[in-house]
């Protein structure tokens, strides 16, 4: 039986990409705590293959109009909200059956706040004598509204190693606990004592993660197995919408040898083969990386190792010898953060134009056989849909796939802060996610749902293209029902000619039955238009 038991929660959601949600920084706690002599158990409440379709939650009932009805054509974005992972009595029973003093629960995204909360509560309910502390992004950024719920004792700010033993140190030994680094707690008056948030000067001078206490038969890609590797913290830029850079989180890189030293023991004790490096910033320190990819081509030559830095890449960072030196180490692919191409988007974003660098990273790319992914943003604050439409065109024309995002407010960015400033945050924390349409400015959340749509049908016609068929020519679709089971890529072609026609945005149901999606043709026939010049015609 543990001392204590440390919890990533289950999220509620549209849809959930397993292979980024990993504890990795669960594990990095863990091993802290057990370098001073606590016995810790980690529960991942997301390491199971359970979800369970419920109803989406009564503030996203807006949403309807837009995932109302299933899709599984290619251009189908969401329509079931599920609950994935254990049920929160499950997470109170385990708390209760671990017997541990001190359980800790994860709390990263704002939009799974209310998830955390839920698990603070069933602990709280099976395990009454315990002490809970929540740490992560939201209750770093929002301390006050987490210590709201009665159920949560205790917050920790900020990077939460060092922090997290001294706070299970006094706990256990009845010592005060205001002098925990970046601790949250109520005073005797019942207000708040809130501590800046902790951060690690050294970051070699702490553990490994706990990578042992991971579930790693659950994290696997391509039956092969999965790790995440973090090679710094916080980033050195200023964008508005992140609350990592500006010196949020102060930019701090680790030493080669720690990050070789974990990747040899993820790579020969655990058989991982996928390696994500969820760095903000990755690349930025061009002499360690550099080292580090060489050293990985040297140690790990012929296991056929993957790696991806699925936070996105800053193009400027990247040359053709980093880009060389990636594919020996075993990227596949790079993911760039382009933002947008809007010059006047970028100045609010406070983001530099990377095109030129983007363009010549794409050309080297693709000489040397990686596949290029590249990130934009739309319907942020002040965005105008049209150059999200533009940014979309941009990417198809440079033959790449669009990683579209809609944007959201990230508590703790200079974002954030106008819109509260401003009245213009979405009502409720559970709003703050990208599938949400959070914001409706500029760009209302039919145009965002329409550039998501538009993104989707791109990637199918350069998918098309990777297969050698040529675009559909414009066709009326006279019927109203496919068979369900048509081959999905024929199934698409048809409903690309159908758009070219008309510039509607179709769907199939299981059943085969076709329909028409809620879009804004304004943006629709500009892009049918742009389709004849960027990728031919067949008329």
Same mark, same amino acid.
Not at 196 to 207: F, I, S, T, V, Y
């Given at each position: 039986?543990?001392?204590?038991?440390?919890?990533?929660?289950?999220?509620?959601?549209?849809?959930?990409?397993?292979?980024?949600?990993?504890?990795?920084?669960?594990?990095?706690?863990?091993?802290?705590?057990?370098?001073?002599?606590?016995?810790?158990?980690?529960?991942?409440?997301?390491?199971? @293959?359970?979800?369970?379709?419920?109803?989406?939650?009564?503030?996203?009932?807006?949403?309807?109009?837009?995932?109302?009805?299933?899709?599984?054509?290619?251009?189908?974005?969401?329509?079931?909200?599920?609950?994935?992972?254990?049920?929160?009595?499950?997470?109170?029973?385990?708390?209760?059956?671990?017997?541990?003093?001190?359980?800790?629960? =994860?709390?990263?995204?704002?939009?799974? =706040?209310?998830?955390?909360?839920?698990?603070?509560?069933?602990?709280?309910?099976?395990?009454?004598?315990?002490?809970?502390?929540?740490?992560?992004?939201?209750?770093?950024?929002?301390?006050?509204?987490?210590?709201?719920?009665?159920?949560?004792?205790?917050?920790?700010?900020?990077?939460?190693?060092?922090?997290?033993?001294?706070?299970?140190?006094?706990?256990?030994?009845?010592?005060?606990?205001?002098?925990?680094?970046?601790?949250?707690?109520?005073?005797?008056?019942?207000?708040?004592?809130?501590?800046?948030?902790?951060?690690?000067?050294?970051?070699?001078?702490?553990?490994?993660?706990?990578?042992?206490?991971?579930?790693?038969?659950?994290?696997?890609?391509?039956?092969?197995?999965?790790?995440?590797?973090?090679?710094?913290?916080?980033?050195?830029?200023?964008?508005?919408?992140?609350?990592?850079?500006?010196?949020?989180?102060?930019?701090?890189?680790?030493?080669?040898?720690?990050?070789?030293?974990?990747?040899?023991?993820?790579?020969?004790?655990?058989?991982?083969?996928?390696?994500?490096?969820?760095?903000?910033?990755? =690349?930025?320190?061009?002499?360690?990386?550099?080292?580090?990819?060489?050293?990985?081509?040297?140690?790990?030559?012929?296991?056929?190792?993957?790696?991806?830095?699925?936070?996105?890449?800053?193009?400027?960072?990247?040359?053709?010898?980093?880009?060389?030196?990636?594919?020996?180490?075993?990227?596949?692919?790079?993911?760039?953060?382009?933002?947008?191409?809007?010059?006047?988007?970028?100045?609010?974003?406070?983001?530099?134009?990377?095109?030129?660098?983007?363009?010549?990273?794409?050309?080297?790319?693709?000489?040397?056989?990686?596949?290029?992914?590249?990130?934009?943003?739309?319907?942020?604050?002040?965005?105008?849909?049209?150059?999200?439409?533009?940014?979309?065109?941009?990417?198809?024309?440079?033959?790449?796939?669009?990683?579209?995002?809609?944007?959201?407010?990230?508590?703790?960015?200079?974002?954030?802060?106008?819109?509260?400033?401003?009245?213009?945050?979405?009502?409720?924390?559970?709003?703050?996610?990208?599938?949400?349409?959070?914001?409706?400015?500029?760009?209302?959340?039919?145009?965002?749902?329409?550039?998501?749509?538009?993104?989707?049908?791109?990637?199918?016609?350069?998918?098309?293209?990777?297969?050698?068929?040529?675009?559909?020519?414009?066709?009326?679709?006279?019927?109203?029902?496919?068979?369900?089971?048509?081959?999905?890529?024929?199934?698409?072609?048809?409903?690309?000619?159908?758009?070219?026609?008309?510039?509607?945005?179709?769907?199939?149901?299981?059943?085969?039955?076709?329909?028409?999606?809620?879009?804004?043709?304004?943006?629709?026939?500009?892009?049918?238009?742009?389709?004849?010049?960027?990728?031919?015609?067949? @008329?």
């Amino acid at each position: 039986m543990p001392d204590i038991l440390l919890i990533q929660p289950p999220v509620r959601d549209f849809y959930l990409t397993e292979k980024r949600t990993l504890p990795y920084g669960l594990a990095c706690i863990a091993s802290e705590l057990i370098e001073n002599g606590f016995s810790v158990g980690i529960l991942d409440g997301l390491a199971v @293959d359970k979800s369970r379709v419920i109803a989406p939650p009564p503030e996203m009932d807006y949403l309807k109009a837009f995932y109302g009805r299933p899709d599984v054509s290619p251009f189908g974005l969401f329509h079931a909200f599920r609950h994935f992972g254990y049920s929160f009595e499950h997470i109170g029973k385990a708390a209760r059956d671990s017997g541990a003093f001190l359980v800790g629960i =994860s709390s990263l995204f704002t939009a799974y =706040s209310d998830e955390a909360l839920a698990a603070a509560r069933a602990v709280r309910a099976f395990h009454p004598g315990c002490r809970i502390v929540m740490g992560g992004h939201h209750p770093t950024a929002l301390p006050e509204a987490v210590m709201a719920e009665d159920a949560v004792d205790f917050v920790i700010r900020g990077e939460g190693e060092a922090a997290m033993a001294l706070l299970a140190g006094a706990l256990r030994d009845g010592r005060a606990v205001s002098e925990v680094p970046g601790i949250v707690f109520r005073t005797p008056d019942g207000t708040l004592a809130i501590n800046p948030p902790a951060e690690l000067d050294d970051l070699d001078g702490h553990p490994l993660p706990a990578h042992h206490l991971i579930r790693h038969a659950f994290y696997r890609r391509n039956k092969k197995g999965s790790a995440v590797v973090l090679t710094s913290r916080g980033c050195p830029m200023r964008c508005t919408y992140c609350a990592v850079g500006g010196g949020t989180v102060r930019y701090r890189v680790r030493s080669g040898e720690r990050i070789l030293q974990e990747i040899d023991i993820l790579v020969t004790e655990y058989g991982a083969r996928f390696i994500d490096f969820e760095d903000e910033n990755l =690349s930025l320190d061009r002499r360690g990386f550099l080292r580090i990819l060489h050293e990985i081509a040297r140690r790990f030559h012929g296991l056929d190792l993957e790696l991806r830095a699925m936070n996105g890449l800053f193009a400027p960072s990247l040359d053709e010898t980093v880009i060389c030196a990636m594919k020996a180490a075993g990227f596949r692919a790079l993911n760039l953060s382009l933002g947008t191409t809007d010059p006047g988007q970028l100045r609010r974003f406070r983001r530099p134009d990377v095109r030129k660098a983007t363009e010549a990273a794409i050309r080297t790319a693709r000489k040397h056989g990686l596949e290029v992914v590249c990130y934009v943003i739309a319907g942020a604050p002040g965005q105008a849909a049209m150059g999200s439409l533009e940014d979309l065109l941009y990417l198809a024309r440079q033959g790449v796939l669009a990683g579209l995002s809609v944007y959201y407010p990230a508590p703790g960015s200079a974002d954030y802060a106008m819109l509260e400033k401003n009245g213009m945050l979405p009502e409720r924390f559970s709003l703050m996610r990208s599938a949400a349409l959070p914001i409706s400015h500029e760009t209302t959340r039919l145009e965002s749902a329409t550039l998501l749509r538009l993104a989707r049908i791109t990637g199918f016609i350069q998918a098309l293209a990777r297969r050698g068929q040529p675009l559909p020519p414009p066709a009326l679709l006279g019927e109203s029902h496919i068979a369900p089971d048509a081959d999905r890529f024929a199934v698409g072609a048809r409903l690309i000619a159908a758009f070219r026609h008309d510039g509607r945005v179709r769907g199939m149901t299981p059943r085969g039955e076709i329909y028409e999606h809620h879009v804004s043709m304004a943006l629709t026939r500009p892009f049918r238009d742009a389709l004849k010049s960027i990728f031919g015609d067949t @008329d």
